[in-house]
């Protein structure tokens, strides 16, 4: 049973292990991605192409360059705010205002997941 006191849902969002926050870390997938992987979410990875939904970059589209699991924050090229002194820095963009639109599938773990689910992973571990 989940807790509804959002206080206590606040606590178990930032005392999470690593490998729960990943799976935390999903964002929804481009309607075409949607009906081809037949899930509405996955999660975020570096080297995945992402546009910003919500905010102040609203409609840019980018790779995703980095991936913050601690502060539930990735960064996107294109993404960027100019600093005082004239220096460029990457601003750092919620997990849940963007889009995934094009899937980074150089894993060879991650294809076989998304493309055949859990079944075709476990065939393909058995090789």
Known sequence: MKPKDPSKQRKKLFRAPYHLLKEMMKAHLSSELAERYKRR???IRKGDTVK???GEFKGIQGKVINVDRRRMRI???NVTRKKADGSTVNVPIHVTKVMI???NLDDEYRKTLLEGGRRAL???KAR
């Open 41 to 43: 979410a996955v999660p």
């Open 52 to 54: 910003v939904l919500r």
């Open 75 to 77: 960064y996107v090229e």
């Open 101 to 103: 639109t094009q899937l």
């Open 122 to 124: 476990a065939e393909w």
